[in-house]
């Protein structure tokens, strides 16, 4: 079992920034893949960003050098900077784990609104 939780969300203004954080817990040795998803209204959810197995970074097309993904050295914290942020970048954005047994972990989420 893991359990995550975010942190850090709100209302920015457009050209802003803003850095969420997500904290594991658990059975974090069983993760392979831990980053970030968002969905926003009407829409599917999507990958923003995540770290692999290897330590590898994958990014969604659309943040184009806008976000960066890191984490600390015990690994179960993970953080997303976000800058230029742009009115479509609203959405509740989730932390995923990604485990060896191939399960999903969710967490419940963090709004990030766009508006000036």
């Known amino acids: 079992q893991v359990e995550l939780v975010e942190s850090g969300g709100g209302l920015v203004q457009p050209g802003g920034s803003l850095r969420l954080s997500c904290v594991a817990s658990?059975?974090?040795?069983?993760?392979?893949?831990l980053g970030w998803y968002r969905q926003a209204p009407g829409k599917q959810r999507e990958l923003v960003a995540r770290?692999?197995?290897?330590?590898?970074?994958d990014y969604g097309d659309f943040v184009k050098g806008r976000f960066t993904i890191s984490r600390d050295n015990a690994k179960n914290w993970v953080y997303l900077q976000m800058s230029s942020l742009k009115p479509e970048d609203t959405a509740v954005y989730y932390c995923?784990?990604?485990?060896?047994?191939?399960?999903?972990?969710w967490g419940k989420g963090t709004l990030v609104t766009v508006s000036s």
């Open positions: 995923k784990a990604e485990t060896a047994l191939n399960i999903d972990y």
């Open positions: 770290f692999t197995r290897g330590g590898d970074t």
């Open positions: 658990g059975s974090i040795f069983s993760i392979y893949h």
